[in-house]
């Protein structure tokens, strides 16, 4: 794949993939949370944590692009930071927005710092200089390019390197 649409699919991802993820770890996190307390266990709100988890995982170990999980860390980084920047003054966390289920869920992970933490991960996870390299190109045989063929004489098991 070409360097150019590697990134190109990273910003996508970037920007479809977060809202996902964060979507269903509300929902996931508020519904288990509530049914919890009832002493009952949600199965809904556990999958929607599973899958979202499972979405989270292209974005921090693929070789789609580090774009991917900057734009992802970046916006989960920004909301995990409200809580911090309501007790500093900036008061910019947002009032209910969400249903009651979903509003739960998003408290618990700001408030908590999960959301900070999945932010930082994902940041830290695009910092890699080897998810930056494009999938260099193999060299063609032979000694012109300046490598060596494979050794093709008579098998010997205990010389790793043959001493012609």
């Known amino acids: 794949m070409p360097n150019g649409a590697r990134h190109v699919l990273g910003v996508v991802a970037g920007l479809l993939l977060p ?3 964060a979507l269903g770890l509300f929902y996931g996190v508020g519904e288990f949370s509530l049914n919890y307390q009832q002493f009952v266990i949600s ?3 556990l999958g929607a944590i599973v899958v979202s988890g499972i979405l989270l995982a292209p974005l921090l170990a693929s070789r789609l692009s580090p774009v991917a999980s900057l734009v992802g860390g970046l916006e989960f980084t920004a909301f995990g930071l409200l809580p ?3 007790t500093v003054g900036l ?3 947002p009032e209910r927005i969400f249903s009651a289920v979903l509003w739960n869920g998003f408290l618990t992970l ?10 930082v991960l994902l940041l830290v996870g695009s910092a890699f200089p080897s998810r930056w390299r494009s999938t260099p190109r193999p060299l063609p045989a032979g ?3 300046g490598v060596i063929p494979p050794y093709r004489g008579p098998e010997d098991a205990t010389r790793p390197i043959h001493r012609g």
């Open 19 to 21: 809202p996902l993820i």
């Open 43 to 45: 199965w809904a709100g």
């Open 84 to 86: 911090i920047l309501d």
């Open 143 to 145: 000694p012109a390019y």
């Open 110 to 119: 700001t408030y908590s710092g999960v959301l900070l933490m999945i932010g």
């Open 91 to 93: 008061h910019l966390m």
